[in-house]
């Protein structure tokens, strides 16, 4: 038998050897997950710690931060699940990937209502990336109920802001966006996600380069807002999926509230509109453009947005909703036209907090575990 012969045949059986062992391991590892296995199409990171280098997005006392998810894949500084009095939920800007745990608005949150309450407050972040509350009523049905000891006395639901695009809105989108980061198909299988996890552990230990944020910095002094009118059917699309957003509200409440939790509702602020001349004016047509339709722009997002804060006042009620919506956010509070700079996300969990510490919330809290 010729080398090459003999080169192609051991190449061969070790190619074999090697995926009978990839398959054996999956299947190992497949039934010894916990039920882990479903969360994995909810880019939910476990286990891990990044570094990201923030300097391009905003002024920090260190050109990095570092992010956290334990091993249930929340972020927080809580001792355990058990002790876990309020859970955040929520898209990337409740998650704030690019903000040191300290900066956060949990964290703010935490510190505030500790010494209001006069004991130690936990308020763990359960936010991921992309999560519309397509993915929030997925959280409730596949991840939540893994977490031991997880009683949190109150959610709070920091939500629309993904669920603003009217063009996306539907289940299989929601698949669509989040199969873009961890949730795509490769990484749902069990041996990728563990040679991640050795790869980002090599990279802690080693201190190779922290990862730029994923995340452009808007110069706010030259952003543009040329939208002038809304499209012709963007107050009959957005009606639409207003009412698609009530109903799975409505079933995220009743998830939360199954085991005695109490929700409180928080609109968001954001910079894809502004006052221009006396005249709300938008940022330029950023999405949909699907055919049939023109492209929308920021005036189209902000009455979409709306439209969802009307349906969270109702649903979740009066006393149970902070309007953030329409306070007075600066640009300095947004490092792009969605997600909080330090500064914003302590003027969040500010206002969180003095809401729950002026309610009937506060009682419960003081009570401890």
């Given at each position: 038998?010729?080398?090459?012969r003999?080169?192609?045949?051991?190449?061969?059986?070790?190619?074999v050897?090697?995926a009978?062992?990839?398959?054996g391991?999956?299947?190992?590892?497949?039934?010894t997950?916990?039920?882990?296995?479903?969360?994995?199409?909810?880019?939910?990171?476990?286990?891990?710690?990044y570094?990201?280098r923030?300097s391009?997005?905003?002024d920090?006392n260190?050109p990095?931060?570092?992010?956290v998810?334990?091993?249930?894949?929340?972020?927080?500084d809580?001792?355990?699940?058990?002790?876990?009095d309020?859970?955040?939920?929520g898209?990337?800007?409740?998650?704030?990937?690019?903000?040191?745990?300290?900066?956060?608005?949990?964290?703010?949150?935490?510190?505030?209502?500790?010494?209001?309450?006069?004991?130690d407050i936990?308020?763990s972040n359960?936010?991921?990336?992309?999560?519309?509350?397509?993915?929030?009523?997925?959280?409730?049905?596949?991840?939540?109920?893994?977490?031991p000891?997880?009683?949190?006395?109150?959610?709070?639901?920091y939500?629309?802001?993904?669920?603003?695009?009217?063009?996306r809105?539907?289940?299989?989108?929601?698949?669509?966006?989040?199969?873009?980061g961890?949730?795509?198909?490769?990484?749902?299988?069990?041996?990728v996600q563990?040679?991640?996890?050795?790869?980002?552990?090599l990279?802690?230990?080693l201190?190779t380069r922290?990862?730029?944020?994923?995340?452009?910095?808007?110069d706010?002094?030259?952003?543009?807002?040329?939208?002038?009118?809304?499209?012709?059917?963007?107050p009959?699309?957005?009606?639409?999926?207003?009412?698609?957003?009530?109903?799975?509200?409505?079933?995220?409440?009743?998830?939360?509230?199954?085991?005695?939790?109490?929700?409180l509702?928080?609109?968001q602020?954001?910079?894809?509109?502004?006052?221009?001349?006396?005249?709300?004016?938008?940022?330029?047509?950023?999405f949909?453009g699907?055919?049939g339709?023109?492209?929308y722009?920021?005036?189209?997002?902000d009455y979409s947005?709306?439209?969802?804060?009307?349906?969270?006042?109702?649903?979740?009620?009066?006393?149970?909703?902070?309007?953030?919506?329409?306070?007075?956010?600066?640009?300095?509070?947004?490092?792009?036209?969605?997600?909080?700079?330090?500064?914003?996300?302590?003027?969040?969990?500010?206002r969180?907090?003095?809401?729950?510490?002026?309610?009937?919330?506060?009682?419960?809290?003081?009570?401890?575990?």
């Amino acid at each position: 038998m010729s080398w090459t012969r003999k080169l192609a045949f051991l190449a061969i059986i070790w190619s074999v050897a090697l995926a009978v062992l990839l398959a054996g391991a999956e299947i190992f590892l497949r039934l010894t997950d916990g039920g882990w296995g479903s969360t994995l199409r909810l880019n939910l990171v476990r286990s891990r710690t990044y570094e990201y280098r923030v300097s391009n997005l905003y002024d920090w006392n260190s050109p990095t931060v570092r992010y956290v998810r334990d091993e249930y894949g929340l972020r927080d500084d809580c001792a355990s699940p058990a002790d876990i009095d309020i859970l955040t939920v929520g898209g990337s800007t409740t998650d704030q990937r690019f903000l040191a745990q300290e900066a956060t608005y949990q964290a703010v949150m935490q510190r505030d209502l500790a010494q209001a309450a006069g004991r130690d407050i936990c308020v763990s972040n359960a936010g991921i990336d992309g999560h519309s509350t397509h993915g929030h009523l997925r959280a409730f049905r596949d991840w939540f109920p893994l977490i031991p000891g997880l009683e949190p006395k109150l959610f709070v639901f920091y939500i629309g802001i993904n669920d603003a695009d009217f063009t996306r809105a539907g289940p299989g989108d929601f698949e669509t966006k989040v199969g873009a980061g961890y949730g795509n198909p490769i990484r749902r299988f069990h041996v990728v996600q563990l040679g991640l996890w050795v790869r980002d552990t090599l990279d802690s230990l080693l201190g190779t380069r922290p990862a730029h944020g994923g995340h452009s910095r808007v110069d706010w002094r030259t952003a543009d807002f040329p939208q002038e009118r809304l499209a012709a059917d963007t107050p009959e699309r957005a009606a639409r999926n207003a009412a698609a957003f009530r109903k799975r509200l409505q079933q995220m409440l009743h998830y939360a509230r199954a085991d005695g939790a109490e929700v409180l509702c928080v609109t968001q602020p954001h910079r894809m509109v502004r006052s221009v001349d006396g005249r709300k004016r938008g940022v330029e047509p950023y999405f949909g453009g699907e055919s049939g339709h023109p492209a929308y722009g920021g005036l189209d997002y902000d009455y979409s947005l709306r439209q969802l804060n009307r349906a969270m006042r109702d649903e979740c009620g009066e006393r149970r909703l902070v309007d953030l919506y329409g306070t007075d956010f600066n640009d300095g509070d947004f490092f792009d036209y969605a997600h909080n700079t330090p500064s914003g996300a302590r003027k969040v969990g500010d206002r969180i907090a003095r809401f729950i510490e002026r309610s009937d919330l506060m009682d419960e809290l003081r009570t401890g575990p």
